[in-house]
């Protein structure tokens, strides 16, 4: 069963606005953590924000801030005044809780959005 | 900047030879990773290293076999490339601070014929 679903492929945005990437999440645990990666053109993955599942305040890390809300099992990633440099794929990603006899918390990343900021 | 190289960063290969990628890190991180990439899938777990010596299978680690002699050093092996192997792979180590957050390497395009 997918554990993150990001529903949108594709997405534009007109520069200087701002967008929102939608990403929900499965998980029975309680104790787990939420992750946003940028992918551009050249490869790189690039940490954007961490949000934990115990944290009561939104993330935020200069322009993006990540909506959570955990009844919905969502965590949605704003950016605000979109520059050029955002076109790029985004990635929602969580980790899970070690489980009992291993040593492994588990990261699940979904399938990722396309961005595209118009001039 | 987590201090990651992978080595090479391209490569060309043909069906049935083996295959070793490098990752390297210079901060101690004691857990590192490999993935891979392909289109709609993100990225998948192949083998995940807590130590040296000590490894792991992920999620897709079938055709793939892993080594770690020393801290700094993740190398992932094809045994026998196929070209379903043809992707990308990403090397992470997992970060110390808040949230454990993972860290990539730079990424190594593989094609194999």
């Known amino acids: 069963a997918q554990k993150i679903t990001q529903t949108q492929p594709g997405m534009f945005v007109q520069e200087k606005e701002a967008v929102t990437l939608d990403c929900t999440y499965d998980?029975?645990?309680?104790?787990?953590?939420l992750f946003w990666y940028k992918q551009p053109s050249s490869g790189e993955m690039i940490f954007l924000i961490y949000?934990?599942?115990?944290?009561?305040q939104n993330a935020t890390e200069g322009r993006y801030s990540l909506n959570f809300q955990k009844a919905r099992k969502s965590a949605n990633l704003v950016i605000s005044a979109s520059q050029l440099g955002d076109s790029a794929m985004y990635f929602c990603?969580?980790?899970?809780?070690?489980?009992?006899?291993?040593?492994?918390?588990?990261?699940?990343f979904g399938p990722g959005t396309s961005l595209s900021v118009i001039p | 900047d987590a201090g990651i190289t992978q080595s090479p960063r391209h490569k060309v290969t043909e069906t049935g030879t083996p295959v070793t990628l490098r990752c390297h890190q210079t901060?101690?991180?004691?857990?590192m990773y490999w993935y891979r990439q392909d289109p709609g899938h993100g990225l998948r777990l192949i083998h995940y290293?807590?130590?040296?010596?000590?490894?792991d299978k992920g999620e897709v680690s079938d055709g793939y076999s892993v080594s770690r002699s020393k801290t700094e050093d993740f190398l992932l092996t094809l045994e026998s490339a196929t070209s379903s192997q043809t992707s990308v792979y990403f090397c992470?180590?997992?970060?110390?601070?808040?949230?454990?957050?993972?860290?990539f390497g730079p990424g190594t395009r593989l094609t194999v014929l």
């Open positions: 992470a180590i997992r970060g110390t601070g808040f949230g454990n957050t993972q860290y």
């Open positions: 998980t029975s645990d309680q104790s787990y953590g």
């Open positions: 949000q934990g599942s115990y944290d009561e």
């Open positions: 990603a969580m980790r899970e809780a070690p489980k009992e006899k291993t040593s492994y918390d588990k990261v699940i």
């Open positions: 901060e101690n991180h004691r857990y």
């Open positions: 290293s807590y130590g040296v010596k000590d490894t």
